[in-house]
């Protein structure tokens, strides 16, 4: 069994040294596979447009936590999703950080700064901020336990409905419920054919008046032109944006410049190469005892 991963050099030296001290064999790019049939899988953002190239392939590896972006594999290739603690780590943060910075104003006080204006905006205590997360996988509950300590009234919301410990879970059917309890919505969804466009000037009516959107679910998620009419027509009072669409935004987007809104670039978490590499191991060794793989995609459902 061999691995081929496509990456940066300086990522791939990493995976490079861990597989080494591990005994597995490893082709850093595809210039360096030099027996294509020995390649089982494939660790990569994006895989080679020609995966008939390699007869062995058994599994490919999402090198992110998101598997979206990826186009149809062959009949009988699997598709792992990396499991690695510092991304769920970083999407917390990123997501506890923009929470904190649209209850604070951060944006009006950031837009102030610019024209050199002190004055100061009424503050709302944490008690009276009402917290709605979209999406009650790890990522959600971590937020869900991190915003619920400091003191917000903290709700989840999942199609599936499944009860979460100490968290007010709502179901499909519960939605419009979820949502007019929700000052401040936070979107962790993954992207499937059926939360495609969930963010949009339906969901945002049924925010009380002048609530905050943090989005580090998927840019396809959200639609930016009842984004911004809401945002026009005072529905939402602020947003933060780790993923748009399109992506990458264009320079010359309306969302750069809108005072009202925060935007990072997709920065939310990036896995850590050596968490990668662990993972990339725990699958391939999986593949060959026989054992259930971890991080293994449901294709049917994306995620």
């Known amino acids: 069994m061999a691995l081929l991963f496509r990456s ?11 597989f080494q001290q591990e005994g597995e064999r490893i082709f850093l790019g595809e210039d360096a596979v030099d027996d294509p049939a020995a390649v089982t899988h494939i660790a990569c953002w994006m895989p080679p447009r020609d995966l008939s190239r390699y007869p062995s392939l058994q599994v490919v590896i999402g090198v992110g936590a998101g598997v979206d972006h990826m186009p149809p594999l062959p009949e009988g290739v699997a598709l792992s999703r990396t499991l690695a603690p510092g991304i ?16 604070r104003d951060l944006p009006a006080y950031l837009d102030q700064a610019a024209r050199g204006e002190w004055r100061t905006h009424t503050t709302c205590l944490a008690r009276d901020r009402r917290i709605g997360i979209m999406g009650m996988g790890r990522i959600g ?20 409905g499944t009860p979460v410990a100490g968290i007010e879970v709502h179901g499909a059917s519960g939605l419009d419920g979820f949502l007019a309890r ?27 008046q002048g609530a905050r959107l943090v989005h580090a679910g998927r840019g396809a998620h959200l639609d930016m032109a ?16 780790d993923v748009t669409d399109p992506e990458p935004l264009p320079a010359d ?3 750069w410049s809108d005072p009202r809104i925060i935007v990072t670039p997709h920065i939310a978490s990036q896995t850590d190469p050596e968490e990668g590499a662990r993972h990339a191991l725990a699958v391939i060794r999986a593949t060959r005892n026989g054992q259930p793989v971890p991080g293994l995609v449901d294709r049917a459902k994306g995620y």
């Open 8 to 18: 940066t050099p300086e990522r791939g030296a990493i995976w490079q040294r861990v």
């Open 88 to 103: 769920e780590g970083m999407v917390r943060d990123w997501v506890v950080m923009a929470a904190l910075a649209l209850h």
């Open 141 to 160: 509950r971590e937020v869900a336990g991190t915003l619920g300590a400091m003191g917000f009234p903290v709700a989840g919301w999942s199609r599936s």
């Open 182 to 208: 929700t000052d401040l919505l936070i979107c962790l969804l993954p992207l499937t054919d059926e939360t495609r466009g969930i963010l949009n000037a339906r969901l945002l009516a049924c925010l009380p």
């Open 226 to 241: 009842a984004l911004r009419a809401a945002l026009d027509g005072g529905q939402l009072a602020a947003a933060m944006l």
């Open 253 to 255: 987007h309306w969302a």
